[in-house]
């Protein structure tokens, strides 16, 4: 195997040059959530020039190809994400869109290509037993609300993350195991354990309008409604267990129209975040009673839309050990640590539920995550070395009559059935309503 990995290594530094440059494009032309043509395009053409046939269209953008081991055996997915966050303070954000790569997803990309360069070789193809699909993936990061609600209401998607229509469209159906790379700070290598999962809500306060300066009686104060909430919200934090690792924030996203004008509509945005299912939807509802506890306060009328986010991450801890053992040679193995329980969330967290998968981190970048000072500092840590890890993986986990795989996917055990799935998240989609606006 150790001749393979050298083989696939040697590939991937020939195109180096173009690996990075695919990097630098898809940098350049940030594009967010189920909107990434550009960068959908620029993998499809990648993929065809090595004579991989891809699909392309995948909820709305997403795109997969496939190489064909020697023998038969498992599937194994590897992952990138296609999409930017909005962070238009960022130096490198798109002027009109607020778009930027800040969350490091184009390195991601890079890796993927690099995989597909390392792999696409008939004397590493014939010895391994299985199939490995490449899935560049739309939506990871969950924004644009509004834009994507109207997805959901034409049609076009059901749920609110890339990987989640991936999976519901059946994508995954014929997936034993998945694996992707996130992009970290320094020259190290991270595990992750587990992540947060989460739901998201929508509460929209009606009260009643009126002149604030010459007859505030004949109005119903929304945004007092609102206030009162979001200190109801507050008054629950005592309640969250520690071992939960609850995370609740709120957002005002409009509050009247006018000073003059008591506020006659005001619409909040909130992610509930826990670290079980259980949890979030636990501390869900004690959102949602706090919402009705403020319209009932004042008189308001309030709407509470709920939808699924996503589900906890829980990596595959076999999975994590073939990572460790082959990023070890690029970063030290005193510089592969685990970490400790992460609040925030990933839609990856949903490919963990139902198959065995990975999502550890590689570094090359500086700065925060998701702030104005995020950059890859390392070409070759941040966007070569991850096609070559990846590969690595692949040629541990497929090689060898592909044993190893399938030892993994033997003692798995699903913390979702993957033919429950669909009906879990659909299950979450919950719209209520309560009136308490007197009579005119």
Known sequence: MEDLKKAACAAVDAQRAAIIAAAGQIW?????????????QLVADFF???????????????????????????????LGELDGIILSEHPAADPVTGAVHACGHHAQIAGLLGAALALNQPRILSQLAGRIVFMAVPA???????FRRKLIRDGKIRFLGGKQELIRLG????????????????????????MNGFISQFASFIGRAAHAGGAPHHGVNALNAAMLALQAIHAQRETFKDEDHVRVHPVI?????????????????????AKTLAAVLDAGAKIRRAYHAGALAVGAKVV????????PLHDCQPMADVFKK?????????????????????????????????????????????AADFRVVDSD????????????????????????????????????????YTELLQSQFCTETYDHLPSP
């Open 253 to 273: 996203r409009k509050a009247g129209e006018s000073v003059s004008t008591v506020p006659g509509r005001v619409d909040l945005e909130a992610m509930v975040r």
């Open 140 to 146: 990871e990061e969950y924004l644009e609300m509004d």
């Open 48 to 78: 065809k020039q090595l004579g991989m046939p891809c699909r392309t269209g995948l909820a709305l953008t997403g795109v997969r190809a496939e190489l064909q081991g020697g023998r038969p055996g498992p599937t194994i997915a590897l």
């Open 304 to 311: 509470i839309e709920s939808l699924p986010g996503y589900l």
């Open 381 to 420: 840590l941040a966007y070569v070395a991850p096609g070559k890890v990846l590969a690595m993986c692949v040629i541990d986990l497929l090689g060898d009559q592909a044993r190893a795989a399938a030892q993994i996917i033997r003692e798995h055990k699903p913390l979702i059935p993957r033919a429950k």
């Open 326 to 370: 082959n990023v070890s040679g690029f970063v030290g193995a005193e510089n592969v640590t685990l970490l400790p329980h992460r609040s925030s969330s990933t839609d990856m967290g949903d490919v963990t539920q139902i198959t065995p998968a990975m999502h550890p981190g590689l570094g090359g970048a500086a700065g925060r995550a998701h």
């Open 28 to 40: 350049t032309h940030p594009e967010t959530g189920f909107k990434e043509y550009q960068t959908a």
């Open 171 to 194: 994508h995954f159906d014929d997936v034993d195991m998945a694996m992707m790379i996130h992009t970290g700070e320094g020259r190290k290598a991270t595990l992750r354990s587990t």
